[in-house]
């Protein structure tokens, strides 16, 4: 399961436009909406990973991914609430 999310997240792009003629990125682009959902879903499927007691040698690993996915979750409802 943590190959099939790091896979995914490797070829995932988020796109960031300018707007307005603002020389500057402003907005999101493409289906945040998709993005989101596999976030809020690889978060959980990672959650599920550190609970098992199977984990423990790939548990660095799988806390790093969490947080970082966690941190881009954050990013993105930060920027859309802008």
């Not at 660095?60 to 966690?70: A, G, P, R, T």
Request: include cysteine.
């Amino acid at each position: 399961m943590n190959d099939e999310i790091h896979a995914y997240w490797e070829s995932a792009e988020l796109e960031i436009k300018t707007w307005k003629g603002v020389d500057a990125p402003c907005t999101l682009g493409g289906n945040i909406q998709d993005l989101q959902e596999k976030l809020e879903e690889h978060g959980q499927a990672l959650s599920q990973m550190l609970a098992m007691r199977y984990v423990t040698p790939f548990k660095q690993q799988v806390e790093d991914k969490s947080n970082l996915l966690s941190a881009v979750s954050d990013t993105i409802e930060q920027w859309l609430k802008v």
